[in-house]
Protein backbone atom coordinates (compact mmCIF):
# COMPACT_ATOMS: atom_id res chain seq x y z
CA UNK A 1 0.00 0.00 0.00
CA UNK A 2 2.61 2.38 0.95
CA UNK A 3 4.85 2.16 -2.01
CA UNK A 4 2.23 1.41 -4.90
CA UNK A 5 1.69 4.76 -5.74
CA UNK A 6 5.25 5.11 -5.88
CA UNK A 7 5.59 2.24 -8.58
CA UNK A 8 2.88 3.50 -10.93
CA UNK A 9 4.17 7.08 -10.95
CA UNK A 10 8.05 5.44 -11.61
CA UNK A 11 6.83 2.99 -14.66
CA UNK A 12 4.99 6.01 -16.33
CA UNK A 13 8.08 8.04 -16.57
CA UNK A 14 9.76 5.46 -17.59
CA UNK A 15 7.78 4.32 -20.61
CA UNK A 16 9.34 6.90 -22.59
CA UNK A 17 9.09 6.51 -26.53
CA UNK A 18 12.40 5.17 -26.64
CA UNK A 19 11.73 2.43 -24.03
CA UNK A 20 9.64 -0.92 -25.73
CA UNK A 21 9.72 -3.43 -22.84
CA UNK A 22 10.05 -3.10 -18.83
CA UNK A 23 11.14 -5.46 -16.08
CA UNK A 24 10.25 -5.21 -12.87
CA UNK A 25 12.35 -6.64 -10.54
CA UNK A 26 10.61 -7.77 -6.99
CA UNK A 27 12.80 -9.98 -5.80
CA UNK A 28 13.20 -7.28 -2.99
CA UNK A 29 9.64 -7.52 -2.05
CA UNK A 30 8.48 -9.02 1.10
CA UNK A 31 4.71 -8.27 1.69
CA UNK A 32 2.53 -8.12 -1.90
CA UNK A 33 -1.48 -7.82 -0.85
CA UNK A 34 -4.03 -6.54 -2.74
CA UNK A 35 -3.02 -2.61 -3.15
CA UNK A 36 0.53 -4.31 -4.94
CA UNK A 37 -1.14 -6.71 -7.20
CA UNK A 38 -4.00 -4.14 -8.08
CA UNK A 39 -0.74 -1.75 -8.61
CA UNK A 40 1.50 -4.59 -10.71
CA UNK A 41 -1.83 -5.52 -13.02
CA UNK A 42 -2.08 -1.43 -13.52
CA UNK A 43 0.48 -0.78 -14.55
CA UNK A 44 1.09 -3.85 -17.54
CA UNK A 45 -2.44 -2.21 -18.34
CA UNK A 46 -0.86 1.07 -18.90
CA UNK A 47 2.41 -0.31 -20.65
CA UNK A 48 -0.04 -2.98 -22.98
CA UNK A 49 -2.32 0.61 -24.04
CA UNK A 50 1.17 2.49 -25.28
CA UNK A 51 1.98 -1.09 -27.36
CA UNK A 52 4.97 -1.82 -24.82
CA UNK A 53 5.92 -4.86 -22.41
CA UNK A 54 5.95 -4.93 -18.92
CA UNK A 55 6.85 -7.89 -16.85
CA UNK A 56 7.49 -8.58 -13.34
CA UNK A 57 11.47 -11.01 -13.11
CA UNK A 58 13.27 -12.02 -9.97
CA UNK A 59 10.19 -13.26 -8.23
CA UNK A 60 10.94 -15.04 -4.62
CA UNK A 61 8.64 -17.10 -3.24
CA UNK A 62 6.30 -14.34 -1.72
CA UNK A 63 5.61 -13.07 -4.75
CA UNK A 64 5.00 -16.01 -6.86
CA UNK A 65 3.04 -17.50 -4.41
CA UNK A 66 0.56 -14.41 -4.13
CA UNK A 67 0.71 -14.31 -8.19
CA UNK A 68 0.01 -18.08 -8.47
CA UNK A 69 -2.72 -18.27 -5.39
CA UNK A 70 -4.60 -14.96 -7.53
CA UNK A 71 -3.83 -16.87 -11.19
CA UNK A 72 -1.86 -13.69 -12.06
CA UNK A 73 1.51 -15.49 -12.14
CA UNK A 74 1.62 -16.04 -16.08
CA UNK A 75 0.20 -12.80 -16.59
CA UNK A 76 2.14 -10.57 -15.04
CA UNK A 77 5.63 -12.60 -16.03
CA UNK A 78 5.41 -13.81 -19.48
CA UNK A 79 5.33 -10.60 -22.04
CA UNK A 80 2.14 -10.73 -24.27
CA UNK A 81 2.89 -12.39 -27.55
CA UNK A 82 1.32 -9.82 -29.51
CA UNK A 83 3.67 -7.17 -28.72
CA UNK A 84 7.54 -7.98 -29.22
CA UNK A 85 9.99 -6.54 -27.57
CA UNK A 86 12.21 -4.37 -29.53
CA UNK A 87 15.09 -3.25 -27.12
CA UNK A 88 16.65 -4.78 -24.36
CA UNK A 89 14.28 -3.79 -21.17
CA UNK A 90 15.00 -0.17 -19.33
CA UNK A 91 15.98 -0.51 -15.49
CA UNK A 92 14.19 1.95 -12.80
CA UNK A 93 15.47 1.99 -9.59
CA UNK A 94 12.39 3.10 -7.94
CA UNK A 95 13.70 4.09 -4.98
CA UNK A 96 15.62 6.80 -6.66
CA UNK A 97 13.52 7.23 -9.73
CA UNK A 98 16.36 7.36 -11.67
CA UNK A 99 17.64 5.18 -14.74
CA UNK A 100 20.12 2.34 -13.91
CA UNK A 101 20.65 0.97 -17.20
CA UNK A 102 19.64 -1.39 -19.22
CA UNK A 103 19.48 -4.97 -19.22
CA UNK A 104 17.33 -8.13 -20.36
CA UNK A 105 16.51 -8.89 -17.04
CA UNK A 106 16.20 -5.32 -15.48
CA UNK A 107 14.21 -4.09 -12.55
CA UNK A 108 13.73 -1.73 -10.33
CA UNK A 109 13.72 -1.66 -6.27
CA UNK A 110 12.19 -3.44 -3.52
CA UNK A 111 10.18 -3.29 -0.85
CA UNK A 112 11.75 0.05 0.26
CA UNK A 113 11.05 1.38 -3.01
CA UNK A 114 8.58 -0.92 -4.17
CA UNK A 115 7.57 -2.06 -7.16
Known sequence: MATSESLL???????????HALDIDVGG???????GIAAFVMARRRAQEQGKTLRLVNLNSC????????????????????????RPAKRVDVRSRQ????????????????R
Do not use: K
Open 99 to 114: PSGTGETGGMGGPQGS
Open 9 to 19: DAIDDSLTADV
Open 63 to 86: VERVLTLTGLLEHLTTPPQDLPSR
Open 29 to 35: VTFCGST
